[in-house]
């Protein structure tokens, strides 16, 4: 649409941005084919990027939601089981968005155009609706839905887990990335993933316990390999 914008609209626009690329995109999509911009458009990025989001079909809002969720990039098979759409009409979906500037397509999946449209989609999503499909998705991916990860990361699991609030399957999962991160000599992977565990760790619950002790169990020798036995950390692990 930019393409077809007039001369007075052009320079409307990039007064408007005030230099940022980006928000020149996201001002000049926002705004009608043809028409100079009016003073009813937004006036930052974070704006636009919202009424842009909003004046979608629901139908396409939701694939939106659902990618932004997943991740970039989403394999098309996993959104759509998670929308429980026909792969046909997902595809045409998708495609309307690429043509919107929401979306791009690569060989490894859907991603958004840019990591601000990705943020703003996936602060739109109601939090009961974002922590259902996080759940959702980690269901999916545990089952092998999605062909493109046959093994999903337990990394990327504990993530989904954690935000749907499931605690100790989380927590189960930043167990398992911590110890395969040690196995593949990745220390600091290893010792963010079990800090991320033992961030979520509940006295309240029964079996945190144990968790917690898996998880200092993970962060000491990590923590040895990579700052030495004397390290202050290691003791405290």
Do not use: C
Not at 11 to 39: H, I, K, M, Y
Not at 92 to 109: M, Q
Not at 115 to 125: E, G
């Amino acid at each position: 649409e930019t393409a077809r914008l007039t001369d007075p609209a052009a320079d409307a626009l990039v007064r408007r941005a005030g230099g940022n690329p980006f928000f020149l995109e996201e001002l000049a999509l926002a705004s009608p084919a043809g028409e100079t911009p009016g003073q009813d458009l937004p006036d930052t990025v974070q704006a636009v990027m919202e009424a842009r989001v909003a004046t979608l079909k629901p139908a396409h809002r939701a694939v939106l939601y659902a990618i932004a969720v997943i991740g970039p990039p989403a394999s098309q098979a996993l959104v759509a089981g998670l929308l429980g759409l026909d792969p046909v009409i997902l595809r045409a979906h998708i495609a309307h968005l690429v043509a919107a500037g929401f979306l791009t397509e690569g060989d490894t999946g859907v991603a958004f155009r840019h990591m601000l449209l990705h943020d703003t989609a996936y602060a739109m999503i109601a939090p009961p609706d974002r922590a259902r499909l996080h759940g959702e998705v980690v269901r999916l991916l545990e089952t092998g839905a999605d062909p493109t990860r046959p093994e999903p990361l337990p990394e990327t699991l504990a993530l989904h887990a954690q935000e749907a609030g499931d605690t100790g399957r989380a927590l189960d999962y930043w167990i398992r990335a911590s110890n395969a991160a040690i196995y593949r000599a990745a220390g600091q992977a290893a010792i963010a993933f079990a800090r991320q565990g033992l961030a979520l760790v509940d006295p309240e619950r029964p079996e945190s316990a144990l968790q917690e002790m898996r998880l200092q169990l993970s962060l000491a020798p990590a923590l040895m390999a990579q700052s030495g036995y004397g390290a202050q950390d290691v003791g405290r692990a």
